[in-house]
Structure formats: C-alpha cells, structure tokens
Nanobody, 119 residues
Framework: QVQVQESGGGLVQPGGSLRLSCAAS????????MGWWRQVPGEEREFVATINSGGNSKYAESAKGRFTISGDSAKRTVYLQMNNLKPEDTAVYFC?????????????WGEGTLVTVSS
C-alpha cells in the first residue's frame, strides 16, 4: 500500500511564490512518474505538470514559465515551485504518483493542499 501526502499550500499575494512538496511512503514500489493537478470547487480537476522517471517534464500552458516541477525518486518526493502566482491559480493542488507494485501500475493521489492567491 502506498500513501501520498502533500504540503506547502497556503495564502500568498499575487506575484508571490510557493513551493509544494509531496512525499510517497509505504510498501515496496517503483515510480514511473509524478505530477500535480489542481481543482477549483465545482470544476474538473486539471493537469498542471508531470515529470517521469527519466526526468522529462511537461506543463500545462497556464504553468509554463511560472511553475517548475522537480522530483527526487530516491526520496520519493516531488516538488512544484510556483512563481508569479495569480488569483486564478487559487485551487486545491493534488499530487499523483504513478507507481509499479508487483508488476502492476497504480495511480495514487494525495488528499490535496489548498493554495489561495489573494491580496
């Protein structure tokens, strides 16, 4: 069984920065990819960024140039550095670990951390 926990959310002013962290723990597994999604109440969850085990990353258009995803597979941790935050970035941010357990692919979501961008 794998558990995932986000941290680092909070209130920040427009133009400010936040760094989100997410750590996975539990039984023996390997990591295929890690990523971040976000969701505004009443709306669908949307993709923000991912990074695979080879270190290749992808970003949503809204995140390009402002957000940076990084991962440490040895520490089973993924980060999202968010700069120049805008009010429209306000959302609950969820991390996702795509892992392999006993040759089976499993997606494990965290419970989310709230980011509020407001003056």
């Amino acid at each position: 069984q794998v558990q995932v926990q986000e941290s680092g959310g909070g209130l920040v002013q427009p133009g400010g920065s936040l760094r989100l962290s997410c750590a996975a723990s539990g039984s023996t597994f390997s990591i295929s990819a890690m990523g971040w999604w976000r969701q505004v109440p009443g709306e669908e969850r949307e993709f923000v960024a991912t990074i695979n085990s080879g270190g290749n990353s992808k970003y949503a258009e809204s995140a390009k140039g402002r957000f940076t995803i990084s991962g440490d597979s040895a520490k089973r941790t993924v980060y999202l550095q968010m700069n120049n935050l805008k009010p429209e970035d306000t959302a609950v941010y969820f991390c996702l670990f795509a892992v392999i357990i006993e040759r089976k692919g499993v997606n494990v979501w965290g419970e989310g951390t709230l980011v509020t961008v407001s003056s």
